[in-house]
């Protein structure tokens, strides 16, 4: 296989890792092909796909822009908003929420580092979870709403972006915190410092879309309020286990976006 048929492969596997959307033909039998051990994709590929994690969230992103820029036809600025909202869930099928809010039961409800990785690997949704899901939805609608719409569908493709490559840079510095799960691969086989520093530019490249409707002022509030995001969930998650899982790499993804979002919305008001 030639190197960009690899890399291709690599962002189809990064785009069905991360959304609902397939990019491959399905299977006659997907039940038998489950069950081949050689359907089961290689540590090797999770660590490549992590490169194209920003590229990934472009794409969410760029779909939330556009069902914002339709929705704004007929509905106001508000609504708008939601349904761009929903349609991100719809597209990645809420993994990054999920896991923010798995992530906040196990912190919240966790008094030792075992007990927290046991709530966080319990599918039911607990009170921490669901306050801290409610307020995180709330925040990134509120935020959205009061930017000026013409800058929000830049800000929509940057901040999904830009938190992909916060997500990718976490699990890169970040050590595994279970013995097996579903991030576990990555572990195995961690991604080079080569396939971070792509995830890097190809997320810092993509923010600067945000320069067609805002000042660079407000695209540097955006990522130093992305930093903070990434930092104050990194804290609060190694401090307790000692490491990172699937749910906390997600709740490093919102964490960031939302961060985005403040940070712009800072930089826009005060002005």
Same mark, same amino acid.
């Given at each position: 296989?030639?190197?960009a048929?690899?890399?291709?492969? @690599?962002?189809g596997?990064?785009? #069905?890792?991360?959304?609902r ?27 490549? @796909? ?5 590229l990934? $969230? ?10 914002f ?9 508000p ?14 099928g ?5 896991g923010? @809010? ?19 690997r ?7 979870g669901?306050?801290? &899901?409610?307020?995180?939805? @709330?925040?990134k ?10 800058a ?8 999904? *972006? ?7 840079l976490?699990? *890169?510095?970040?050590t595994?915190? #279970? ?6 691969p990555? *572990? ?6 080569a ?10 490249a ?11 002022? *407000?695209?540097?509030? $955006? ?18 286990? $000692? ?18 979002? &403040? $940070?712009?919305l800072?930089?826009?008001?005060t002005?």
């Amino acid at each position: 296989m030639s190197r960009a048929r690899e890399e291709l492969s @690599a962002f189809g596997f990064a785009v #069905r890792l991360l959304t609902r959307w397939p990019l491959q033909r399905r299977r006659a039998n997907p039940a038998a092909d489950l069950a081949s051990s050689a359907a089961a994709p290689a540590a090797t590929q999770y660590a490549a @796909a992590v490169a194209w994690y920003p590229l990934a $969230g472009t794409l969410v992103g760029a779909f939330a822009g556009i069902v914002f820029c339709l929705a704004c036809l007929v509905f106001p600025v508000p609504l708008a908003v939601v349904l761009a909202t929903a349609a991100t869930l719809l597209a990645t099928g809420a993994l990054h929420e999920d896991g923010f @809010a798995d992530a906040c039961d196990g912190l919240g409800g966790g008094a030792t580092r075992e007990r927290a990785l046991e709530i966080m690997r319990d599918p039911r949704l607990g009170t921490y979870g669901a306050a801290g &899901l409610g307020l995180l939805l @709330a925040a990134k609608v509120l935020a959205l709403s009061t930017t000026p719409p013409a800058a929000i569908p830049w800000l929509l493709v940057a901040a999904h *972006a830009a938190s992909r490559a916060s997500m990718a840079l976490a699990l *890169a510095s970040g050590t595994y915190a #279970r013995a097996a799960g579903i991030a576990a691969p990555l *572990a195995e086989a961690a991604p080079s410092s080569a396939r971070i520093a792509i995830a890097i530019l190809i997320g810092g490249a993509v923010s600067c879309t945000l320069l067609f409707e805002a000042a660079p002022t *407000a695209l540097l509030a $955006g990522i130093g309020g992305l930093a903070l995001g990434h930092l104050l969930m990194r804290r609060a998650y190694e401090r307790r286990l $000692g490491g990172y899982t699937g749910d906390c790499l997600g709740a490093v993804q919102q964490a960031s976006e939302l961060g985005m979002y &403040l $940070g712009v919305l800072a930089a826009i008001r005060t002005l």
